[in-house]
């Protein structure tokens, strides 16, 4: 059983960003290694105090036979990672997905590669009974460390009981939860879940809800166990939205983390509105009003207008961005400017050539 170190464990309960990573294709569909390569080091140069991989954003197609990608991305991100050396902690996660067998089997290739945990999907599992899925975060967590992930109904999720929570917050080497219910009724049946176990130290909980990223961040859960006030935040997030405009997302978990040091109400105030303008620009990106289809190129092609990736073309042909989608771009660009991180890829972009 793999375990993390006191240093990654640290940096996760000091709370970091960590961007989901996406795929970076050439027009045949094939991998663009370079690519993908400087897409990592860009995550790195940005701050972020981590990286998944092998996630819904970098497509669940790259495990089709045909495909057969999963073990080439999270090798070509372990590599950038080793070689940038760099002076500070960093985690590396890898996306582990599908039945008992085929998630322990990702799980030990993740683990043979360096990574550090594995965050661990349910979707696909909907005949499954609760049991039958601990059973099986519990056979992955044997293996590497689980980042747990509570992923919506609208694109393969299910809803799960408070005491399905409780009880994977008890299972040993879960190390965080990575809520992603876009919905706060059942984001708070997990906090509750933490807030009752005698692990509640040991999780880290990160919000995947695009839809609340910031108020989720600034919020304290505070819950009566056994007569005590007990309280539960989230740390740090891990989304797709953050794979773009990456270093403002590191600088706002920096000010939303100074804010909780030393509350000011003028400040929550303008964190609170800031809020509203990150999730104004993930409708853009994550195309919620065609219920998702386009949050993959949504992505791209921000980073493609970066430079960052030369086009939006994803594995799947079908896969493009929805009616209004790209002029939904251009309008949150034009009134977020201060959201965007443009001059800094510029910057980054001449540095690498």
């Known amino acids: 059983m793999k375990h993390l170190t006191k240093e990654l ?12 990573h996406p795929l970076a294709l050439h027009e045949d569909r094939t991998l663009d290694e370079h690519s993908q390569r400087r897409l990592t080091r860009y995550y790195m140069e940005s701050g972020a105090g981590g990286v998944a991989v092998a996630v819904h954003s970098t497509q669940f197609e790259i495990r089709d036979p045909e495909i057969n990608l999963f073990e080439k991305v999270l090798s070509l991100a372990a590599e950038e990672i080793e070689k940038a050396a760099l002076q500070r902690p960093f985690i590396k996660i890898a996306g582990i997905c599908g039945p008992t067998e085929q998630a322990v089997e990702e799980a030990e290739i993740a683990a043979d590669l360096g990574y550090d945990m594995g965050l661990l999907s349910m979707g696909g599992l909907q005949n499954w009974t609760e049991q039958e899925i601990l059973d099986r975060v519990r056979a992955v967590a044997a293996v590497i460390p689980v980042f747990g992930f509570y992923l919506q109904p609208s694109v393969g999720g299910r809803i799960f009981s408070y005491d399905f929570w409780r009880e994977f917050v008890d299972i040993e080497n879960v190390e965080a939860i990575k809520c992603a219910s876009f919905n706060r009724y059942q984001t708070l049946d997990v906090m509750r879940a933490l807030a009752n176990s005698p692990r509640k130290e040991e999780v880290a909980m990160y919000t995947g809800n ?24 989230f740390k740090g997030g891990l989304l797709g939205h953050w794979a773009v405009w990456t270093r403002r997302a590191v600088e706002l978990m920096e000010e939303i983390k100074a804010f909780k040091k030393e509350p000011d109400g003028k400040k929550s105030q303008y964190l609170l509105s800031k809020g509203i303008a990150v999730t104004d620009t993930n409708a853009a990106f994550f195309d919620p009003a065609h219920n998702f289809q386009g949050c993959i190129p949504g992505i791209h092609e921000v980073l493609r207008r970066q430079g960052l990736l030369k086009g939006i073309w994803c594995l799947n042909p079908k896969e493009v961005l929805s009616p209004g989608q790209f002029e939904e771009i251009d309008r949150v660009y034009e009134e977020y400017p201060d959201l965007h991180d443009d001059d800094f890829v510029k910057s980054f972009l001449d540095k690498e050539e």
């Open 9 to 20: 464990k640290a940096l996760l309960h000091e709370g970091v960003v960590i961007p989901a």
């Open 210 to 233: 695009d839809d609340n990223i910031v108020a989720d961040l600034l919020t304290t859960y505070e819950f009566n166990v056994n007569g005590e006030t007990v309280r539960v935040d």
